[in-house]
């Protein structure tokens, strides 16, 4: 069984929360980065455990 937290994909920020600040809008481009790459690990875990590699 997959544990949730490494197969349910992460929600988007809100665009609620964007300011004019530059500093706020590269840490919401920086975050979305990383959310879409946790997102990408969590698919390929989920390939992975679904073939059953490694088990004989």
Do not use: C, F, K, W
Not at 16 to 43: F, I, V
Request: glycine share 2%; net charge negative; hydrophobic share 40%.
């Amino acid at each position: 069984e997959v544990p949730p937290h490494l197969v349910e994909p992460l929600p988007a920020p809100s665009r609620a929360e964007m300011t004019h600040n530059r500093d706020l809008l590269q840490l919401l481009a920086d975050y979305e980065s990383l959310r879409r790459r946790a997102n990408a690990d969590r698919a390929a875990v989920v390939e992975i455990l679904s073939n059953d590699v490694g088990v004989e």
